[in-house]
């Protein structure tokens, strides 16, 4: 072949402020020849595109962007595909691996190379916003029933209230699609006490950004659009101050008051409660 | 008072290399007088410590950081309490806000500045190395019973497996606590297909990476550590080439092939399975 080789870079630029983004991202974006993505996100990076081509698509045209980067990258282009938050959770990089293998390529072979340069997802981000709710077990859950079938996500909203996830829940309502929002609150309703403390924040870190810390009660009193994030504590997630806190269970071992270890408890080993007694050491963050 | 507002900063510096470091996070290090945080954090970020105040603690400290911390900012320094991935995923962040809680302290009181800042999250960086396992809805749990009751932890495993959540699983042994591990391998293989694919990755994007794909019926063959992240696909999520991907659900409504709508649905639309016909639209990422 005569052509350079081909890039599609899978691009994550995080919440769409430019100080959340990561150097890595900025970089592909930099080295890209070709941008492609919805309006709303080449607005949010417009201030790295100078000079590129750039293709937006509409909502419903994830795979032919997929199929137009491929087709690009084989004529030996860099073509950026990019998605706010993390290119990997909702984005766009599942349909583009999905187009690539039904296009018949292989890492490593000769074809388009790939690259997935992961960001700050949505969720991290509006946790921040609002504290730390996110400090125990998360479920991420989108409402959206354009491809999965209600069913399957009613499915989850149960055992994730049922089990006592925290959840964010994605894409919780569009102008045509409202009743989603209202039958998850019902669902968690079931199971966690009304006063759970519940954040709605909109556009993290963009000029337009919205934050309301409510309850599971009272969060359809409030708006709620197809840019929210709707984060839903668990049952020891308490709201002060405008910020909403998960604890880590540091309660559970130990007396916060005094710092004393609780009888029957030691500092490093499993709960009592424990699956076998003595067997446990260590956690790490992430 | 003559001192100057001391600040903390909550900073999570993604997996651990610097281009996947976000602005801010740099920035926020930067800016810190103080940094307090795990040994293996502070050698991650060496590179941008010169000259500043270093506190390295133990894994059973972190109250303790929490604490130290408050006290250096309430004498007006700059503290930077770091954590790799996401502050607010399992991080700093909620113990921070617990024990600031305890002490009375209140946002915008003229006490302690305290901004959040948010990383790239271990479950981001580890798909990322693998391809898309994330498209879909997703839960993350920790396997660490040092501060949860396991009777807890099952009840979530079980749930996430049961309705089908692409699971992370975040601290899944360490050198004591083995059979964790195992009893979740033991509870998925209840709900999902053995050849399920899952990825088991160490230190994602830091010099000693690994990266192996297996599936859930041998996933306990490979060494799973403390730094392993275990990506556990849903029923849809297939492996190819080094990769593994699940559909974001396209081939629910088109045929992949052609691009032809399936017969009863409509693009834009929610599926015909839906909580109620045509009242759907729009979906994004995060």
Redesign the interface.
């Given at each position: 072949m005569d052509r350079p080789q081909g890039r599609i870079l899978?691009v994550?630029f995080?919440?769409g402020h430019?100080?959340?983004?990561?150097?890595?991202a900025?970089?592909a974006i930099t080295e890209a020849e070709v941008v492609v993505g919805?309006s709303t996100y080449i607005e949010l990076v417009a201030h790295l595109l100078d000079g590129k081509e750039v293709i937006e698509k509409g909502?419903?045209e994830?795979?032919d962007r997929c199929e137009l980067a491929l087709d690009m990258a084989r004529n030996g282009r860099t073509v950026a595909l990019i998605?706010?938050?993390?290119?990997?959770?909702?984005?766009?990089?599942?349909?583009?691996?999905?187009v690539l293998?039904?296009a018949g390529w292989?890492?490593g072979a000769g074809d388009v190379e790939v690259e997935?340069?992961?960001?700050?997802?949505?969720?991290?981000?509006c946790?921040?916003?609002v504290?730390?709710?996110?400090?125990?077990?998360?479920?991420?859950?989108?409402l959206?029933?354009?491809?999965?079938?209600?069913?399957?996500?009613?499915?989850?909203l149960?055992?994730?209230a049922?089990?006592?996830?925290v959840v964010a829940l994605?894409?919780p309502k569009?102008?045509?699609?409202?009743?989603?929002i209202a039958?998850a609150q019902e669902i968690f309703l079931k199971y966690r006490d009304p006063a759970t403390p519940v954040a709605l924040v909109k556009s993290a870190y963009r000029e337009k950004e919205d934050v309301v810390l409510t309850t599971l009660a009272d969060m359809l009193e409030f708006k709620i659009g197809?840019?929210t994030?709707v984060l839903i504590g668990n049952s020891r997630t308490y709201a002060?101050?405008?910020?909403m806190?998960?604890?880590?269970?540091?309660e559970?071992?130990?007396d916060?008051?005094t710092?004393a270890v609780r009888p029957g408890e030691k500092?490093?080993?499993?709960?009592t409660?424990?699956?076998?007694p003595?067997?446990?050491?260590?956690?790490?963050?992430?």
């Open positions: 899978l994550g995080g919440p430019p100080e959340h983004l990561t150097f890595r900025q970089a919805y909502m419903t994830e795979l998605s706010s938050g993390d290119v990997g959770v909702y984005g766009m990089a599942g349909p583009t691996f999905e293998h039904q292989r890492p997935v340069i992961p960001g700050v997802t949505a969720l991290s981000a946790a921040a916003r504290g730390a709710p996110l400090t125990h077990d998360f479920a991420a859950i989108s959206s029933d354009l491809l999965t079938p209600w069913g399957v996500i009613e499915k989850r149960t055992a994730a049922e089990s006592d996830f994605y894409n569009s102008g045509r699609r409202t009743r989603q039958r197809m840019l994030t002060r101050d405008g910020l806190v998960t604890p880590r269970g540091y559970n071992k130990y916060l008051a710092g500092p490093g080993r499993s709960l409660s424990g699956l076998s003595g067997v446990s050491s260590g956690s790490s963050s992430g």
